[in-house]
């Protein structure tokens, strides 16, 4: 159960915390939305961007914004994905 | 984690910006035109979603019936640069600092 | 319409003044010909300015319902100025009439000179409009670094 890590140090306490959660899947889940949120940032910049080039619809500064939100949604994926990685293993680390 | 809200009301001022230069041009294009009315966006109808340029008010109409001012169409066209020069610039520092805020977040 | 389809407008509006100063400048060249291949003296030209749609993409003039408009402009008709020709007496010229009158075209230079000078600006203040367009442009690819 998730919420034994609430008693950890930050940040891996304060990252944990974000998790909504009963469970090992509260893990995965966190994950997996992440992932599909990450996904659905990429698809929404290509296809502005082809929009623009294609059919010259759209704005640019809003096809550069869509980018650059696809860019940082990756980003901050990595990094809380790096975070559950190491809280998972920090339990694993931990005497039962 | 979804970044939706991120540039949010820059991202539309941007666009409110653009719309109106694009207004802009067409004015200057149609300065000599008979019969042309001058045309303008303005901020409370572009937060509707149907942008309609309508006439501009306060212009005197010449001869040919057109109205269009070229003093007017100049300054709101160097004004109208400049304020998407600064808005595109904050935008730039919203994101740099996102961005900076996530790669803090990984020595900690 | 986008920032591109604003360049276009404001091209067209370069090309409609640039017509417009040809017409001044041939008025100006021809303002003392009495003689033309038609017969007759020259006669004055102006041109006729009108709004017209900017060549967009497909998807755009899907969208021109709602979206605001990229009117450009565009020179719609040359007229030529068929009232009578301005007479003046010079009996001794070749072109003189049975009554020794001649007959030149009704151009006044200096009027012509102040269409040329306005002709002019105009053109510039359309060279200052794709300018910033391209600034704009420029602006927003930035955001992209």
């Known amino acids: 159960m998730i ?44 296809a502005a961007a082809t929009a623009l080039l294609t059919g010259g619809q759209g704005d640019i ?13 990756l980003e901050l994926f990595q990094q809380v994905r790096n975070k559950f990685v190491s809280a ?9 | 984690m979804s970044l939706d809200r991120v540039g949010l009301e820059l991202g539309s001022y941007l666009s409110f910006l653009t719309r109106r230069q694009e207004v802009i041009a067409s004015n200057i294009a149609n300065a000599d035109t008979p019969g042309y009315k001058t045309l303008d966006v303005s901020l409370p109808s572009f937060r509707q979603a149907l942008v309609q340029a309508e006439e501009a008010p306060g212009l005197t109409t010449r001869n ?22 600064l808005a595109a610039q904050m935008l730039r520092g919203q994101l740099k600092d996102i961005r900076s805020a996530i790669e803090e977040g990984r020595s900690s | ?80 100025d068929d009232s009578d020709p301005e007479r003046r007496y010079l009996p001794g010229h070749p072109d003189a009439d049975a009554q020794g009158y001649v007959a030149f075209p009704k151009i006044n230079p200096a009027s012509e ?12 203040a359309n060279v200052a409009a794709i300018s910033s367009v391209k600034d704009m442009i420029a602006r927003s690819i930035d955001l992209l670094r």
């Open chain 1, 3 to 46: 919420v034994s890590l609430n008693s950890l140090p930050n940040p891996i306490g304060a990252v944990a915390t974000a998790i909504p959660s009963s469970g090992a899947g509260g893990f995965s889940e966190a994950l997996g939305s992440a992932i599909s949120q990450v996904e659905s940032a990429q698809n929404s910049a290509k």
């Open chain 1, 61 to 73: 500064h809003n096809v550069a914004l869509a980018a650059q939100k696809a860019s940082l949604s």
């Open chain 1, 88 to 96: 998972y293993q920090e339990i694993m680390r931990m005497p039962m």
């Open chain 2, 64 to 85: 040919d019936g057109n109205n269009v001012s070229m003093d007017r169409e100049a300054r709101l066209l160097t004004e109208n640069t400049m304020k998407f020069t």
């Open chain 3, 1 to 80: 319409m986008s920032l591109f389809g604003a360049i276009s407008v404001s091209a067209s509006g370069m090309e409609a003044q640039r017509i417009r100063a040809e017409l001044i400048t041939e008025n100006l060249a021809n303002a003392d010909t009495t003689r033309t291949p038609q017969g007759g003296p020259y006669r004055r030209k102006d041109a006729v300015f009108s709004t017209s749609a900017v060549q967009g993409s497909f998807a755009q003039a899907l969208l021109e319902l709602s979206a605001v408009p990229a009117t450009g402009v565009s020179v719609s008709q040359i007229t030529v």
């Open chain 3, 113 to 124: 000179m102040v269409d040329l000078m306005s002709a002019s600006r105009s053109y510039q």
